[in-house]
């Protein structure tokens, strides 16, 4: 090949072979192999010329190679680089921050999956003996107590990646709850020292044997968890902490005595949460001011000292599979008890006059109660007034839009729907069907549903213990 004897450079090639090559060859090479996902073996496959060992002493001659002012990357440089790696930039991006090349960066996260951080020490690091004469010898020390850092250091990030179920090797501790970490110092600590291990993890030693006796004794709530699981999932998942409390304290053959703050810690661990949601637009049966308002007797107090003294009533809708349903009830301010109800197609003035017939069919001689309502058509027009007055029934309203008025009324249909309704698939389900399971659910609330304002007895059973039904 052509060129002055200056303009060359001499490689060995398996330590027997001699070439020359021109100074532009060996650039042209050397641009080569540091373009974007190049590596010398690829790089001399394309060329076709010089060997892989001439390649990569021009490679690492180069500036580019070391970077500027750098006669080689430190083992922080190198952990730095795989860590952002492993946090997911690019070789590329990596390498050009280094000022190395992407095949570098590359082989150290390589070493480092195989070996931790110790494949990214030299040979002179890793033997600190060897790479120090009888003048530094005062840097043995340190040089050991540093390999010992870094041995602990890959350790514990195993345990960690082992304890999580993960292979993040950019993994902090510090995100892991302290529980976690004790199972990390357990797994290591017959192989390492115990105070480096919980200075490493940024763990107490209180806190540690406080974990581990935690650990050792098991979790003594764990029947207590099943059984409330149970009894949440057989309720349909609409029941809070103090009602499964109060029904762990009176149902079944074993009961328990248990703190409402020990059912909810339990409930939130295991994601009990009732399968409650925000509602949609409710139905609006305001139609106008058609007839005179009746004054509000009420005044938001909704509180009955008898049976039948006030009623409170409503329309709510329901959506579903194809159609919508309108339930008009009568609520007994007494005990919250549902008086009558009627579920219809159609929210007409027949569905809301049958209610309140069928209601009134339940009072006994003298009982004329209060019956309180928005201001919705169902209660303006003269079928609904006359009914009112044939039964000596007191007429209430609530102002124009004013939700509060109404709201124990707005209450139960919120209950209702948190609990009957909401995240429900009612797909495929007739109206008939959707009718059957209503009636269902609203002789449930009257006869079994628990209620604390009621001493945690259903509206039937406080009747009952009162003396007031049979």
């Not at 009134?360 to 928005?374: F, M, N, Q, Y």
Request: aromatic share 8%; with cysteine; net charge positive.
């Amino acid at each position: 090949m052509g060129g002055d004897a200056d303009d060359k450079l001499d490689v060995w090639t398996s330590g027997l072979e001699f070439a020359l090559f021109s100074m532009d060859e060996r650039r042209r090479a050397v641009d080569l192999y540091f373009s974007p996902g190049m590596t010398i073996r690829k790089a001399v496959a394309e060329l076709g010329w010089p060997s892989e060992g001439g390649l990569a002493k021009w490679v690492r001659a180069d500036p580019r190679y070391r970077g500027p002012g750098r006669s080689s990357y430190t083992l922080e440089a190198k952990l730095g680089a795989v860590r952002m790696v492993a946090d997911g930039a690019s070789l590329e991006s990596v390498a050009r921050g280094l000022g190395c090349t992407a095949p570098s960066v590359h082989a150290w996260k390589q070493r480092y999956d195989r070996e931790g951080a110790l494949g990214l020490m030299d040979g002179r690091n890793k033997d600190p003996e060897a790479a120090t004469g009888p003048e530094t010898g005062d840097d043995v020390a340190a040089l050991r107590g540093e390999v010992d850092r870094l041995r602990l250091e890959n350790a514990v990030m195993r345990e960690t990646m082992r304890v999580l179920k993960a292979d993040d090797p950019s993994l902090d501790p510090e995100a892991m709850s302290n529980r976690e970490k004790t199972r990390v110092v357990d797994g290591l600590r017959y192989g390492y020292a115990l105070a480096p291990l919980l200075d490493m993890m940024g763990l107490k030693r209180s806190t540690y044997y406080y974990e581990r006796t935690a650990l050792a004794a098991g979790d003594r709530y764990a029947a207590l968890r099943g059984r409330i699981r149970s009894m949440f999932e057989a309720a349909g998942r609409i029941w809070g902490h103090r009602t499964i409390c109060r029904r762990l304290r009176t149902e079944g053959a074993d009961p328990l005595v248990v703190s409402e703050k020990v059912v909810l810690r339990l409930m939130r661990e295991e994601g009990l949460v009732p399968v409650y949601v925000k509602r949609r637009r409710r139905y609006s049966s305001y139609g106008g001011e058609i007839t005179e308002a009746p004054e509000n007797l009420v005044g938001r107090d909704f509180h009955a000292d008898a049976p039948n003294r006030l009623w409170l009533t409503d329309v709510t809708e329901f959506r579903l599979d194809g159609c919508k349903a309108y339930l008009s009830p009568v609520i007994d301010c007494y005990d919250g008890k549902v008086v009558s109800w009627t579920l219809s197609k159609h929210p007409g003035q027949a569905m809301a006059n049958t209610m309140l017939e069928k209601a009134i069919a339940t009072l006994k001689g003298g009982e004329r109660p209060v019956i309180h309502s928005d201001r919705g058509c169902h209660y303006r027009w003269p079928a609904w007034i006359g009914i009112c007055d044939a039964a000596g029934l007191s007429r209430s309203m609530s102002a124009k839009g004013c939700s509060p008025d109404n709201s124990a009324m707005e209450g139960f249909f919120g209950r209702l729907k948190n609990e009957f309704y909401h995240h429900r698939d009612w797909k495929g389900v007739s109206y008939n069907d959707f009718e059957k399971r209503l009636d269902a659910y609203m002789t449930g609330y009257n006869e079994t549903r628990i209620k604390k304002s009621l001493g945690w007895l259903s509206p039937v059973q406080y009747r009952k213990s009162q003396g007031l039904a049979a």
